[in-house]
């Protein structure tokens, strides 16, 4: 396992990754183009990758305004730590940004929400669309 922070040539495979992911799906798979992912490799935030087997299988991306935009794993790459590990190091960068709260929207009832409760996010209502707000404070 590489994790590394993405490049340009990353958002093809990070696009693939978000499109096989089981729960969290998007309605519609053109509602997220290129450019969003271009967006939050530098100019609204920074992402990384894990790449295994030469291959991107999984991603994070986090906005300077003190939010995590997206961290998600190939269904084929779960369960291996690589989640963790890309969410260990948005937090961190976030807090290193000097943000002393932080937040991110997911859908209830998920194993990603599940995740982020263990890792001591707390729920903090719910957002336009239905998915619950969840916030860490930076301890």
């Not at 994790?3 to 519609?28: C, F, G, I, W, Y």
Request: hydrophobic share 40%; aromatic share 10%; with cysteine.
């Amino acid at each position: 396992m590489q994790l590394r922070q993405a490049k340009p040539a990353d958002v093809p495979a990070m696009h693939e990754v978000r499109l096989a992911v089981r729960e969290n799906t998007l309605s519609d798979p053109n509602r997220i183009t290129a450019a969003n992912y271009a967006d939050a490799l530098n100019a609204l935030g920074r992402t990384w990758v894990v790449e295994t087997e030469g291959k991107v299988a999984a991603f994070a991306s986090g906005y300077r305004t003190g939010s995590i935009w997206a961290l998600f794993v190939h269904p084929d790459y779960q369960r291996r730590g690589y989640g963790k590990a890309l969410h260990d190091t948005v937090v961190t960068w976030l807090w290193s940004l000097g943000h002393q709260r932080i937040w991110l929207s997911t859908a209830p009832g998920t194993r990603a929400e599940h995740f982020y409760v263990t890792q001591g996010w707390r729920h903090c209502g719910t957002v336009l669309g239905g998915d619950i707000r969840l916030e860490l404070d930076n301890a």
